[in-house]
Each structure stands twice: as C-alpha cells, then as structure tokens.
C-alpha cells in the first residue's frame, strides 16, 4: 500500500494543457479545486468555506482522455500519488511544487440515473483509468446492511 495515495473529488479549474512529446507519449496537466463547505460553530463563530487547488498531472491513456473529454468545470473523481518536484527560477530561487499523479481519473456525479453500465459500453474502459466516461451515481451501501461489514 503506498502511504502517498490520495483521491480528490473536485471540479476543474481551466481547460487542461496537453504536450505531445516525439515518442508519442502525453502529458496532461489541470487545475483541480476542493472545497469543504463552511459551517458554524456553536457559540456562533462562522468558519468560512475553504477550496484548496492541487496540479493534476495525467500521462499516456489518462492523457489522451484528458484531452479528449475533460474541460473547465468538469466534476472528477482522482486517485493518485502525491510528487514534489523542485527547480530553480530565473532568480536562482529554489521553487517547490507538488502535484497529484493521477493513476485514474473519472467523471463524478450524484444522481446520474440508473445508466452506469450503458455509460461503460458506449464510452469504453481504459483499463481502470477512465472506467466511466460519463458521470456516474457512487455506490452507497443499503442502510440495512450491517456495519461491521465495513472494509476497515
């Protein structure tokens, strides 16, 4: 199990920038913001909402789908694994960025219908990382299931 694995549900913050290298191999990179919502306290105190941004990088098959169907405002599901990487800017400055490396990206949605498996064949599977091309409904447990039925 890698400790750096993480999942994101979060809407797209601008049009994804795809780089097509010699080999034929892509890289896909975007913007993806999460949000808590805000609440109140109990004495009355407001907390504010708080949305975080983090840099999805996607390469190969996840590029290419990418490209191909996410845009700003998109609403995805992301797993992946968290990288730093540093360099140096123009002022000799030591930069630090981290990104999210996605190993599977899908659309997200609540509510979707009953149409999960017809979206799967007409959309097709790319090998676990784009398993549904259009938004699909999350699966919840029945409420009468028991509890100690959990995976944790």
Do not use: C
């Not at 400790?3 to 601008?14: A, E, M, P, S, T």
């Not at 400055?93 to 996605?102: G, L």
Request: proline residues 5%; hydrophobic residues 30%.
């Amino acid at each position: 199990m890698s400790l750096n694995k993480v999942i994101l549900i979060g809407n797209v913050g601008k049009d994804p920038d795809v780089r097509y290298f010699d080999s034929g191999n892509a890289v896909a990179n975007f913007p993806l913001a999460t949000s808590e919502r805000g609440y109140k306290l109990a004495n009355g105190t407001e907390v504010p909402e708080r949305t975080e941004w983090h840099n999805i990088v996607a390469t190969r098959d996840r590029a290419q789908f990418v490209e191909k169907y996410i845009k700003k405002g998109s609403l995805l599901y992301v797993e992946g694994k968290i990288r730093t990487r540093n360099y140096d800017d123009k002022d000799g400055n030591k930069r630090y960025v981290t990104e999210i490396y996605a190993d599977r990206i899908e659309f997200y949605s609540i509510g979707s219908g009953n149409r999960r498996g017809e979206d799967q064949q007409e959309a097709g599977n790319t090998n676990g990382t784009a398993a549904n091309m259009r938004p699909a409904e999350p699966e919840i447990p029945a409420a009468s299931e028991p509890a100690d039925d959990l995976p944790f």
